[in-house]
């Protein structure tokens, strides 16, 4: 049995007939950026998270980057993030001119929220949460602490589409809140893209014009802004596969709960931490495993295809050590990515093929 971690091609499938017959009338129209499709995915995703202010951009990255920029953080100061996440967002950081500052995980594999203090100096501005894997940070606590020091929030989103915090979607928050719309998302377009939600209405308006250039009406421009803009297409698929979103997520929860009581005790499964409300979404289902190169050799020869996000932490890489010092103490992290592996949970997998998973992974550990 054939069991593969991606299955990006059945989700466009579902839309194919609709897709085809929609694009003839946009491509036709000759309206291909901040049209009809993209006010109306903005209004979806506005309905869909409860929230008040939604931007469609380019994609998760430049999200992050915008949202950075519209705080109008001092150059050079200091942002607080994990090294367990993808790069993009300890590069957005440094694009914008300034430090990253990497603090420990807990048991989530989100950032500790006790290890956020005792990194905090003059020249921090802002926290960085990742909500990796679908899995919510304890945003009580962070909210509590950037209130106390009066350092601002930018919550990277890009795995946590319909995640919910206190029984509330994340992005439905006064934060900036950033998504990416990348194919292997829970919510995937057809290239890269993204979006930005808050119910702060100054960001929002500032982000708008930040996103078409610095344009805020024909051609007078406001400040210098970028080109970061969801284009028709993209946001024409997106409308389309949303309507496939809650029942996938309920999917992936299901499976997530067949791996949950039955892989073996020697596997730890994902840890839900102890805030109240939580609804972890599952973009990806991350184990931690003894002899994990083995335990992988012994997957693919199997034909289960498994991924490890992140086997190397960021700062790891040679380029991001000069921002380490004395006070990183990233043990957790350092641990984790040693035995980290994610298991193949897409929505298209039959309880047949997820039990074959179980099978074959607790006939290692026997």
Known sequence: ????????????????????????????????????NLLNFESNIKKLLKCKYVLGV???????????????LPKGSEVITTSNTFVSTVNSIINVGCKPVFADVDDTLNIDPNKIESLITSKTSAIIPVHLNGMPCC??????????????????????????????????????????LHPTKNLGGIGDGGFITTNNKLN????????????????????????SRLDEINALILNLKINYLKEDTERKKNIAKIYSKNLSEEILKPNL???????HTYHRYVVRVKNRKKLIK?????????????ETSLHKNKFLQKFLNKKNNLNMTNIFSREILSLPINSFLSDKQIYYCIKIINKFYQ
């Not at 078409?212 to 400040?223: A, P, S, T």
């Open 1 to 36: 049995m054939k069991v593969s971690y991606y299955s990006i091609g059945k989700d466009f499938k579902r839309i194919e007939k609709s897709f085809f017959y929609k694009a003839k009338s946009l491509l036709y129209s000759g309206n291909y950026i901040l049209g009809k």
């Open 58 to 72: 380019a994609n998760g990255t430049d999200a992050l980057e915008l949202a950075l920029i519209a705080l109008n």
């Open 139 to 180: 945003m009580l606590k962070i909210n509590e602490i950037a209130k106390k020091y009066k350092i601002k929030i930018v919550e990277d989103c890009a795995q946590s589409i319909l995640s919910k915090y206190n029984n509330k979607f994340i992005g439905n928050s006064n934060n900036i809140c950033c998504f990416s």
């Open 204 to 227: 929002y308006n500032r982000i708008k014009v930040l996103r078409n250039h610095g344009i805020f009406h024909r051609d007078k421009v406001k400040f210098a802004g970028r080109n």
């Open 273 to 279: 931490g102890c805030c109240k409300g939580i609804v």
């Open 298 to 310: 012994y997957l693919k020869k199997n034909n289960i295809d498994v991924k490890v996000h992140y």
